[in-house]
């Protein structure tokens, strides 16, 4: 079944942010490989185990906020499921070396998620 696995908060300024959600949550950040400013978050449940993952880049688009990913087999035929029920898709399929790919869709509510299809290991 289709799950959320990872979210992404978009921000103004990073460096605020970080500072923001480190003291507010004792959440980890950490910059991910490449040239662009992503940064992986580490968060914990609720007895201390690894909680659900999320990273933090700068907001470049005005609806950008925080944005729920949500583990999918096929993409591509959740795109065309998205399209189908009446939403759209607002960031086409986009390859994430050594992740899979992802997606920005609207709902019918103009509710913003995202898709991820992780990367099949060999």
């Known amino acids: 079944m289709p799950t959320i696995i990872h979210f992404d908060i ?16 004792a959440w980890k950040f950490s910059k991910f490989p490449g040239p662009q400013a992503y940064f992986l978050i580490e968060t914990e449940d609720a007895s201390g185990g690894k909680g659900i993952s999320g990273g933090l880049a700068k907001r470049d688009q005005e609806y950008q906020k925080i944005t729920n990913f949500v583990q999918v087999e096929s993409i591509d035929d959740s795109l065309a499921k998205v399209v189908k029920l009446g ?24 509710n913003i998620f995202g898709l991820i299809e992780l990367e099949k290991s060999n």
Do not use: N, Q, W
């Not at 086409?92 to 992802?102: A, R």
């Open 87 to 110: 939403g759209a898709v607002i960031e086409e399929k986009t390859t994430i070396p050594t992740v899979g790919f992802i997606a920005g869709c609207m709902d019918t509510e103009d």
């Open 10 to 25: 978009s921000a103004d300024d990073i460096e605020r942010a970080i500072h923001f959600y480190e003291e507010l949550f």
